[in-house]
């Protein structure tokens, strides 16, 4: 049975974590202003009202954004399906998550680019390894908010002694 790649992207398994979370700034790839943590005025449900024209509405910034799956996972492996629009209550633990797990997929993302690299035998199996436990590890809200300050900093740690 094939692994599930988790930098892919599948917005109908979230629940618009990047259209909440995220900031942007009125300019050339956004029509207007968003503060962090406040839902976009094109937001409708867990769907964007304008998502078929979005460049024609001023907004490549959104077609261009991509959470590398880190939404959908955090919902259905987090949150078991769990959506902040039933439970409100689940929304500053859902922001949370989504911030500490697009740090895991950019991790896993830098850990696959590194595979091209001509590695010692020794940071080889040592990027092997990040990439393993990033890749099968089931992921808590606990774990997630530590990955900051344990995980995450060993593998910047080890990319900054092989560069």
């Known amino acids: 049975m094939p692994q599930t790649d988790h930098l892919k992207t599948d917005c109908s398994k979230c629940a618009a974590l990047c259209c909440v979370v995220l900031a942007f700034d009125k300019g050339k790839d956004f029509a207007f202003s968003k503060n962090p943590e406040e839902p976009c005025r094109n937001l409708s449900g867990h769907s964007c009202s304008i998502h078929d024209r979005l460049t024609q509405e001023g907004f490549p910034g959104c077609v261009a954004y991509d959470c590398l799956g880190a939404g959908n996972r955090v919902v259905q492996e987090v949150f078991a399906g769990q959506s902040w629009r039933k439970d409100p209550r689940l929304m500053p633990m859902m922001m949370e998550a989504f911030s500490a797990m697009r740090e895991v997929h950019k991790r896993i ?32 809200g606990p774990e997630l908010s530590e990955f900051d300050v344990g995980l995450a900093l060993e593998i910047d740690i080890f990319f900054h002694g092989i560069s």
């Open 109 to 140: 993302d830098l850990l696959r680019a590194a595979g091209a690299l001509p590695l010692e035998p020794s940071d080889e199996q040592k990027r092997r390894d990040f990439l393993d436990d990033l890749e099968q590890h089931s992921w808590t």
